[in-house]
């Protein structure tokens, strides 16, 4: 009997076969948000494993949110959680931009009730083990998805994110628009701040999600 207060997410079966799994169409065209450090591009294709979907080389992920709070919490969640403010050091030089998806995508929806069945759950976008949710990435992408919609781990109502598949790198297309993330964090209710003016203490990457 497995234990309820055990992590109960596993990868997937090699055998296990995903081209029925719940899916969602997402258009070419429409608008998503993306947190990262000001002079970067906006859509870059994580690769290294920091990030929670990420693929292997020659393909790599880029995280993107249906609104800018849900973008900002993936960079400010691990030390607001943590110790109930935001350090200002952490916003300095970071955007959200506004981007628009380059073409249609099928994503794998792990929000959907049919997910269960496959033997996904809610852990597969919490979990600090990556190792499981890219072995995830790699199966669906194995089986012709193209990105992964889920729920983002800082984001408890509707936020709602996707990791998007593409050749590993930067990509040099440009932000629709683009607005400071401490901006977006001050209308953030709750939120506090503070001007510590020391370096930040977490690793805070731009591709967390």
């Given at each position: ?11 997937p ?8 799994f ?48 849900g ?12 110790t ?46 990556y190792s ?28 709602r994110?996707v990791?998007v ?24 209710p ?12 977490f ?7």
């Amino acid at each position: 009997m497995v234990e309820r207060n055990q992590p109960s997410q596993k990868p997937p079966a090699a055998e296990l076969d995903l081209q029925h799994f719940p899916s969602r169409a997402i258009l070419a065209g429409t608008q998503w948000k993306r947190a990262h450090r000001a002079e970067r591009e906006p859509w870059f294709f994580a690769s290294a494993g920091s990030g929670r979907f990420d693929l292997e080389e020659p393909m790599g992920t880029c995280y993107v949110a249906n609104r800018a709070e849900g973008a900002a919490r993936e960079v400010i969640g691990p030390e607001f959680i943590s110790t109930g403010f935001v350090n200002r050091q952490l916003l300095k030089d970071r955007v959200v931009s506004t981007v628009l998806m380059p073409s249609d995508l099928t994503a794998a929806k792990l929000t959907a009730d049919g997910a269960f069945a496959f033997g996904v759950s809610n852990e597969l976008s919490a979990t600090s083990d990556y190792s499981i949710c890219q072995s995830w990435a790699a199966a669906f992408a194995s089986h012709g998805f193209t990105a992964i919609w889920y729920q983002p781990r800082f984001s408890p109502a509707k936020g709602r994110a996707v990791a998007v598949f593409g050749d590993a790198g930067a990509w040099t297309e440009k932000p629709h628009e683009t607005t400071s993330l401490e901006s977006v964090v001050e209308r953030m209710p709750g939120v506090t701040i503070v001007d510590t003016g020391k370096k930040n203490s977490f690793d805070i990457r731009d591709e967390p999600m």
